[in-house]
Structure formats: C-alpha cells, structure tokens
Nanobody, 127 residues
Framework: QVQLVESGGGLVQAGDSLRLSCAAS????????MAWFRQAPGKEREFVGT???????YYANSLKGRFTISRDNAKNTVYLQMNSLKPEDTAVYYC?????????????????????WGQGTQVTVSS
C-alpha cells in the first residue's frame, strides 16, 4: 500500500506561482514513478506531468514551460511548481504513484498507468 498526501493548494491570482507537494509513504519512494493529474469542474481528469524512477520527466504539451515537476527521494516527496498561473488552471490536483513500473510509456500519460492516488488539493486561480 502506498499513501499519498497532497498539500500546497489554495486561492491565488492570475500570474502568481504555487508549489504543490505530495508526500508518499508505504513503499520505497525511489521505486515509484510519480505523476500529477488535475480535474477542473465539469471536465475529465487530465494528465499534467510525470517523473519516472529514472528521473525522466514528461509534461502535458499545453503546460510545458509553466509547470515543473521534481522529486526529493530523501524526503519521499514529489513537487509541482506552477508559474504564471491562469484561471483555466483552476482544478483539483491529484498526485499519483505507479508501483508496477513494467508497463510501456503509453501508460505514463493516462490514469490507468497509476495504481495509487492522493485525495487531491484544490487550486483556484482568480482573474
């Protein structure tokens, strides 16, 4: 079992920055591939980015340049730095972990590629 707890969400203004954190427990953190997804009201959950066990990082094309994922294996934590926030970034942001690690890269970008999820943290960006 893996437990994931997100934090750092809140209400910010357009143009502001915010850093989300996701603390993991229950497994050796360095063995986990980690990802962030988000779900806006009335929309499906969408991929934001992932950081693999190898350190490889992939982002949703629309977010490249504004969002940065990093991990600190010593702190069992993955981060999502969000800059130049826009009202359309308003969503619940979810942290996810993949413990299996044997599937192809197709699974990096979809929900079924991850078997553990956090409860989510709300990010609201006002205009």
């Amino acid at each position: 079992q893996v437990q994931l707890v997100e934090s750092g969400g809140g209400l910010v203004q357009a143009g502001d920055s915010l850093r989300l954190s996701c603390a993991a427990s229950g497994r050796t953190f360095s063995s986990l591939a980690m990802a962030w997804f988000r779900q806006a009201p009335g929309k499906e959950r969408e991929f934001v980015g992932t950081i693999r066990r190898s350190g490889g990082i992939y982002y949703a094309n629309s977010l490249k340049g504004r969002f940065t994922i990093s991990r600190d294996n010593a702190k069992n934590t993955v981060y999502l730095q969000m800059n130049s926030l826009k009202p359309e970034d308003t969503a619940v942001y979810y942290c996810a972990a993949d413990t299996r690690g044997t599937r192809g890269s197709y699974y990096y970008f979809i929900q079924s590629g991850y078997d553990y999820w956090g409860q989510g943290t709300q990010v609201t960006v006002s205009s």
